[in-house]
């Protein structure tokens, strides 16, 4: 490819670079730049590939942990909840199996599921022993309370 084509490779990617969930596009334009040099200066389509791989992957590399660092940690955005296992809380209205019901957790209000298949009352004081989403997974502290 000539440099031409990369310049408008380049230019498609930070177009992209906004409506990606990963911001990744950004450094596939700096490699498509990089390959843009390396074709003006007459280098083999090969070459030319290997200076996109490069001029992708190096920077990626390099920025990575201080990203990863920026943004909080390694948490996934599928996963608000995970701060909650371990903790109790008491459940505000009655959690069914497969029907949820709140369970105030540290101040603050969830949506609950019973862990094992049994109803719990409100006013149950329970542990959260998975979350998933927003969704606490709970199971009651009281004996004979479910």
Same mark, same amino acid.
């Given at each position: 490819?000539?440099?031409?084509?990369?310049?408008?490779?380049?230019?498609?990617?930070?177009?992209?670079?906004?409506?990606?969930?990963?911001?990744?596009?950004?450094?596939?334009?700096?490699?498509?730049?990089?390959?843009?040099?390396?074709?003006?200066?007459?280098?083999?389509?090969?070459?030319?590939?290997?200076?996109?791989?490069?001029?992708?992957?190096?920077?990626?590399?390099?920025?990575?942990?201080?990203?990863?660092?920026?943004?909080?940690?390694?948490?996934?955005? &599928?996963?608000?909840?995970? %701060? =909650? *296992?371990?903790?109790? $809380?008491? /459940?505000? #209205?009655? @959690? &069914?199996?497969?029907?949820? %019901? =709140? *369970?105030?957790?540290? $101040?603050? /209000?969830? #949506?609950? @599921?019973?862990?094992?298949?049994?109803?719990?009352?409100?006013?149950?004081?329970?542990?959260?022993?998975?979350?998933?989403?927003?969704?606490?997974?709970?199971?009651?502290?009281?004996?004979?309370?479910?």
């Amino acid at each position: 490819m000539g440099p031409a084509g990369w310049v408008v490779l380049a230019g498609g990617l930070m177009v992209a670079e906004p409506l990606t969930v990963l911001f990744v596009a950004g450094y596939a334009a700096a490699g498509a730049l990089a390959a843009a040099l390396a074709a003006a200066l007459g280098a083999p389509p090969v070459a030319q590939l290997a200076v996109f791989v490069a001029g992708t992957l190096l920077p990626l590399l390099a920025t990575r942990r201080m990203l990863v660092r920026a943004v909080g940690g390694r948490a996934s955005p &599928r996963a608000p909840g995970r %701060g =909650l *296992v371990g903790r109790t $809380g008491t /459940v505000t #209205s009655e @959690l &069914r199996p497969g029907e949820p %019901g =709140l *369970v105030r957790v540290g $101040g603050e /209000v969830w #949506s609950g @599921l019973p862990y094992l298949d049994v109803v719990i009352p409100a006013g149950t004081r329970v542990e959260v022993v998975d979350a998933e989403g927003v969704v606490a997974h709970v199971h009651p502290l009281d004996e004979g309370t479910a």
